[in-house]
């Protein structure tokens, strides 16, 4: 691992322009962090449509809700985070190295060496929806679609 105080990281310009497993992989994690989520933050949302749920008498919705609730604090406790993951999928090359490795284990790489570098999580969702704004079609709509699907 290297360290920079000033990193220069390259993004691909937008979803549509990066490559296809890229593509693919921003996607998946985009959709998997709205569903589930993956902060405190996410925790106390969840808790929180899980007891409007239970006060309306909704069983279904409760255990699907309790069941995202199940995963968010999965990920949390295994440190995995899908929108960090997304991020790193969108990278084109930090300080001149190409991170071309969509595994998720080169995902995990890449993640680690920008936070290595000073990228914050603050950041990495802001980069995300930057770039979900660039793109062509309205994946924000798409994502919102998605997280009002319960699993």
Do not use: W
Not at 96 to 119: F, Q, R, V
Not at 125 to 138: A, Q
């Amino acid at each position: 691992m290297f360290y920079n105080k000033k990193p220069k990281i390259e993004y691909h310009e937008s979803i549509e322009s990066c490559p296809i497993r890229a593509y693919q992989k921003f996607n998946s994690y985009m959709i998997m962090g709205n569903e589930t989520g993956d902060s405190l933050q996410d925790v106390y949302k969840r808790i929180d449509t899980l007891t409007a749920y239970i006060n309306k008498n909704d069983a279904n919705n409760t255990q699907k809700e309790l069941n995202n609730l199940k995963m968010c604090l999965h990920h949390i406790s295994i440190e995995y985070t899908p929108f960090g993951l997304a991020n790193a999928a969108m990278v084109k090359s930090i300080n001149g190295l190409e991170c071309t490795d969509t595994t998720e284990e080169g995902l995990s790489k890449t993640l680690d060496l920008l936070s290595a570098n000073g990228m914050t999580y603050e950041q990495i969702r802001e980069k995300n929806d930057e770039l979900k704004k660039k793109s062509s079609f309205s994946l924000k709509r798409i994502l919102k679609r998605f997280s009002r699907l319960r699993i």
